[in-house]
């Protein structure tokens, strides 16, 4: 059986942002639960000069988006990034999730071999598809989507690595 590149990272970046969004809930119950104001979460940092838990949510679903978007060869979207509470983190999380179930998966034929051209800041990198997604998208992704599950679980949230990893309806099996 041949991978492609949708099935690569299409349905991997809806899994982790829905378990990603079941952690987020969690932290808004545990705030709930002990009487605080959730955005005390919403802007929780592991480290002073570390981004807060909406700047990670942020980060993880442009990493998917943008991912997506340059191995199907389509621009990526462009969200404001002004979330501020659980409730537009959760809607950030179902609009990125949303926008990667609607690319068809024939968009990603010969995604492996794409140029793909990434602008940061004021440098230009570049990469094929197939080490862009597997060095770089899929790197600055998981770092983000576990960070953010990190400053929850660091701030009292009961959360443990089933929470992180799911459960995935088809596991695969070999």
């Known amino acids: 059986m041949q991978l492609s590149m949708y099935q690569a990272s299409?349905?991997?970046?809806?899994?982790?942002?829905?378990n990603l969004k079941a952690v987020l809930k969690k932290g808004e119950a545990y705030a709930t639960a002990k009487k605080f104001d959730p955005a005390v979460l919403v802007n929780a940092r592991l480290y002073p000069d570390m981004f807060h838990l909406a700047r990670?949510?942020?980060?993880?679903?442009?990493?998917?988006?943008?991912?997506?978007?340059?191995?199907?060869?389509?621009?990526?979207?462009?969200?404001?990034?002004?979330e501020?509470?659980?409730?537009?983190?959760?809607?950030?999380?179902?609009?990125?999730?949303?926008?990667?179930?609607?690319?068809?998966?024939?968009?990603?034929?010969?995604?492996?071999?794409?140029?793909?051209?990434?602008?940061?800041?004021?440098?230009?990198?570049?990469?094929?598809?197939l080490g862009y997604l597997f060095d770089y998208a899929y790197l600055h992704f998981f770092f983000h989507a576990?960070?953010?599950?990190?400053i929850l679980r660091h701030s009292g949230v009961e959360l443990g690595k089933s929470d992180f990893l799911g459960h995935p309806e088809g596991v695969r099996r070999s």
Do not use: M, W
Request: hydrophobic content about 35%; charged content about 25%.
């Open 10 to 18: 299409v349905p991997v970046f809806v899994n982790v942002l829905g």
């Open 56 to 82: 990670q949510v942020q980060i993880a679903s442009d990493q998917a988006k943008g991912c997506a978007s340059r191995l199907a060869g389509l621009e990526p979207p462009k969200y404001e990034d002004n």
């Open 84 to 129: 501020q509470s659980f409730a537009e983190l959760y809607t950030r999380i179902d609009k990125t999730i949303a926008y990667l179930q609607s690319i068809p998966a024939e968009k990603f034929d010969g995604a492996d071999s794409r140029k793909i051209e990434l602008k940061q800041r004021d440098t230009v990198r570049h990469f094929v598809g």
């Open 146 to 150: 576990t960070t953010a599950y990190d």
